[in-house]
T-cell receptor, first 118, second 115 residues
């Protein structure tokens, strides 16, 4: 069974450009999460999809970030325009079930996309 | 306020020795779960072990065990008989009860196993 895949693995862009990160969750997983780790800091939650709906987007830093999940399958996270402080590793995770999950529901993570804004 | 604290930014341990990675947490929610993840140099996050707040016994998974001290709000990861392949970043994370499924993360501990 394929795991969570993220593309690209690395991206280097100039300040002001646009970048789109993609995440393909495990097939059948309704829950999809985006997290970000800025250099030297903790991993922070960005948002949570249940199927195609945004369940919680309280972690999105500002309106330069736009996440979508068309048809409840793969998800994209667009940063437009990118700023230097957006540099970091963006993780995607997915888990089973929709709606109420068990406390111990495991989230499966992708390898992350390392974004560098110069 | 910091909800998950990992006080050890880095650790060196001799191969075959046991190692304890510290994690303390802060929550007022009586229902919560604690997770440990391993991140090797390849980048992926690998789930290691889970402890629920109502679990009576400490969780164990192979060489991994969780020393759960609820009154002290600590959930230390113990790796027995460390191996070279255990070298990685280790993250402690918490999920609180209610309708919020996000994980709250510590800063991580970089563990290096010496041959």
């Amino acid at each position: 069974e394929a795991g969570v895949t993220q593309f690209p693995s690395h991206s280097v862009i100039e300040k002001g450009q646009t970048v789109t990160l993609r995440c393909d969750p495990i097939s059948g997983h309704d829950n999809l999460y985006w997290y970000r780790r800025v250099m030297g800091k903790e991993i922070k939650f960005l948002l949570h999809f249940v199927k195609e709906s945004k369940q919680d987007e309280s972690g999105m830093p500002n309106n330069r970030f736009l996440a979508e999940r068309t048809g409840g399958t793969y998800s994209t996270l667009k940063v437009q325009p990118a700023e230097l402080e957006d540099s970091g590793v963006y993780f995607c995770a997915s888990s089973q079930g929709s709606g109420a999950q068990s406390m111990n529901t495991e989230a499966f993570f992708g390898q992350g996309t390392r974004l560098t804004v110069v | 306020a910091q909800k998950i604290t990992q006080t050890q930014p880095g650790m060196f341990v001799q191969e075959k020795e046991a190692v304890t990675l510290d994690c303390t947490y802060d929550t007022s929610d009586p229902s919560y779960g604690l997770f440990w993840y391993k991140q090797p140099s390849s980048g992926e996050m690998i789930f290691l072990i889970y402890q629920g707040s109502y679990d009576q016994q400490n969780a164990t998974e192979g060489r991994y065990s969780l020393n759960f001290q609820k009154a002290r709000k600590s959930a230390n990861l113990v790796i027995s008989a460390s191996q070279l392949g255990d070298s990685a970043m280790y993250f402690c994370a918490m999920r609180e009860g209610g309708n919020n499924y996000q994980l709250i993360w510590g800063a991580g501990t970089k563990l290096i196993i010496k041959p």
